[in-house]
């Protein structure tokens, strides 16, 4: 060996090796190193040639059975390899990778030992890393696979145990195979258009999908995959991270529906609160459905609504209204639904919620008596589309909404019958009235007549005389005309809103009450400052003229000032026709001020009064006109305004 090593080729080609060359003798002593002995272990060969035992003595304690061991595999003849850590001079430990192998002498004994040894420092802690990185990838909580992007299928050729404990599937069931797998047949997801989009160019995508466990169980799978490259830039593999993400789907579901649920409320509460407004202001029951069923059509889930009043357990009046998009066969199968409805619960005193296959959710809501609860007033019915049906909440509200209009219904009735007695009343007082007007011309025209049976008896009678009388009759015959026809405006006026000047409805009014109060020795004054024109109800507005004409005459009977006088001015303010009526009747006690427009309250002792006419005139300008009536107090009396919009 020495003349080879002698050799300078071969000298040169060891020199030049990345390894390190050795031999020992058959005693186990070194006698040669290649010139890489300094540059492996930082020590120079002499010193293992003059301690054999040095290069022992730098592996480490637990390592160095491994050298023993190959010491005596080596009396076999074969090569054996061997690694161990070695303590280099400078305290660094190194992994080395020892091939030996033993020349043998006829009875097998050794001769010589050569052998080379590597550095395998680099590959042992990139061996370490990889097992650290599979141990993670083994031990992680989230599914893992990689998938051979060099193949056309993509087969999965690695997957951790998360992943099996996530699908329900073993490794072996899966290499092999196409990720498609967990998706079943439900293929038409968003999801998976994007991530072969992310395939085809090579970039990550984050994506959740709709996967199926091997027992076929639903789960969603939050899924992020990243392309591997190799050394020349080429996309060879893909590795995916999988995580079940059911729970936070069902989270954010359940959130999602109470947001909606939220907002859908919110939109009901709105539209009850607008209806809620107009009900107070109702005319009639009309008016009244008609805006009931158009407001709540605002609700784009309200198929069909249908509300009806009963009467000895029939429909007694309808009002309905559908969707724009509904067919006529359609509404012709919410019409016999409905009276199914009504024939099957004639009496229903509680909601009663519903499903049909073709109408979808339905919900009747009665509509009971103030008075007597148990007695039926109507029917509300609502069919809707909406997902979820009708909720608790959106019952409960609908429930309370058609309380109020049960109410509202009563209170109008009530209210009619109040204006009909208060109607009756002033009747009675204006035909008093009117008696009193007649009285006169009565006996005048009695004298007219019983002076023609004297002059005829006194021979006086001729046609001059005649005409005369006839004359004076007719004129007195006349006047009780006006007094019918005045009387007949009041109580048979348009029934429909007209325009009317402001002005002509006052004297017609007042032509009514002026004998009474010129018998009273009330003077009455008008100053027109503006022609005024109103849209409305002229017979309504006419019964306020004369409740506050009544109102002034009463407080001057009490108060007996020495001139009882009436004032009643005209005039625009801006947008506004201003009427106002003063009196010197001693005016109105502070303290009662706040209570004179009160329903049933009079400050007329020995009821003289049934508390009414002022309230019924702040009905009429209030909820018919849209205007506003006020009183106060001046210097020797009361003033009453009256304001409506031009």
């Known amino acids: 060996m020495n003349q080879f090593v002698e050799n300078g080729l071969l000298r040169h080609i060891l020199s030049n090796l990345n390894v390190l060359i050795y031999s020992r003798d058959g005693n186990n002593n070194w006698f040669y190193f290649s010139d890489q002995c300094e540059q492996y272990t930082g020590y120079s060969s002499d010193i293992f040639f003059q301690n054999h035992h040095s290069w022992l003595e730098c592996i480490l304690s637990e390592d160095r059975v491994q050298l023993t061991q190959q010491w005596q595999e080596l009396h076999n003849g074969e090569t054996t390899t061997v690694e161990y850590r070695f303590q280099c001079a400078d305290g660094t430990v190194k992994w080395f990778s020892d091939s030996a192998k033993a020349v043998l002498d006829e009875n097998k004994k050794i001769v010589r030992v050569d052998g080379s040894i590597r550095d395998v420092t680099r590959h042992k802690e990139t061996e370490t890393e990889l097992h650290l990185v599979r141990s993670a990838v083994e031990s992680a909580n989230n599914g893992m696979i990689i998938v051979d992007a060099r193949k056309k299928e993509m087969p999965i050729i690695f997957t951790n145990r998360a992943f099996e404990e996530l699908t329900g599937y073993e490794r072996d069931e899966v290499c092999g195979k196409n990720c498609r797998l967990l998706q079943g047949s439900d293929r038409q997801q968003d999801g998976i258009e994007k991530i072969r989009r992310a395939v085809r160019d090579q970039k990550k995508a984050n994506v959740v999908l709709r996967n199926y466990k091997k027992n076929g169980d639903l789960f969603y799978n939050h899924i992020y995959i990243s392309p591997v490259k190799n050394m020349l830039g080429e996309v060879t593999h893909y590795i995916g991270v999988q995580y079940d993400v059911t729970e936070k789907h069902r989270l954010q579901q359940k959130l999602k529906t109470y947001y909606e649920r939220e907002k859908y409320l919110r939109t009901i509460l709105g539209i009850i609160a607008d209806l809620n407004k107009m009900i107070g202001t109702a005319k009639n029951e009309s008016f009244l459905f008609h805006n009931l069923c158009q407001k709540l059509m605002e609700n784009k889930h309200y198929q069909y609504i249908w509300v009806g009043l009963m009467g000895n357990g029939e429909i007694s009046k309808s009002y309905s209204l559908g969707q724009p998009a509904i067919s006529v066969d359609k509404k012709k199968q919410y019409h016999e639904n409905i009276q199914s409805i009504i024939m099957t619960q004639p009496h229903l005193t509680t909601q009663l919620h519903s499903r049909h296959r073709n109408l979808g959710y339905c919900l009747v809501i009665p509509m009971k008596q103030m008075v007597k609860k148990e007695k039926l007033m109507g029917q509300l019915v609502i069919y809707s589309h909406y997902d979820h049906g009708f909720m608790e909440e959106e019952v409960a509200m609908m429930e ?16 009619q019958l109040m204006f009909y007695h208060a109607r009756q009343a002033a009747l009675g007082e204006l035909i008093g009235n009117m008696a009193h007007q007649w009285r006169q011309p009565i006996n005048e025209l009695g004298l007219i007549l019983q002076d023609l049976r004297e002059a005829y008896h006194y021979e006086e009678l001729n046609e001059a005389y005649v005409c005369q009388s006839t004359e004076s009759g007719m004129e007195l015959l006349h006047q009780m005309s006006a007094t019918i026809d005045d009387l007949r405006r009041f109580f048979t006026g348009s029934q429909r809103k007209e325009s009317f000047l402001l002005s002509e409805v006052i004297r017609q009014s007042l032509a009514l009450v002026q004998p009474h109060l010129n018998k009273l020795s009330i003077k009455v004054e008008l100053q027109e400052l503006d022609e005024i024109r109103l849209f409305g109800y002229s017979r309504e507005y006419a019964q306020v003229v004369i409740n506050l004409l009544n109102n002034s005459r009463d407080a001057l009977l009490r108060q007996q000032p020495s001139h009882p006088q009436i004032s009643i001015f005209i005039k625009k303010e801006g947008s506004l026709a201003i009427m106002t009526i003063e009196d ?46 006020s009183a106060k107090n001046i210097s020797e009396g009361a003033s009453f305004r009256v304001e409506v919009p031009l």
């Open 400 to 415: 309370d909404l058609m309380m109020t209009v049960s109410n509202a219904i009563e209170y109008q009735k009530m209210d």
């Open 584 to 629: 010197n009747g001693g005016g109105i006690p502070e303290n009662l001020m706040d209570r004179v427009f009160e329903q049933y309250y009079t400050t007329k002792k020995d009821y003289q009064g049934a508390g009414l006419g002022l309230y019924i005139s702040r009905m009429i300008i209030e909820n018919g006109m849209g205007g506003k009536i």
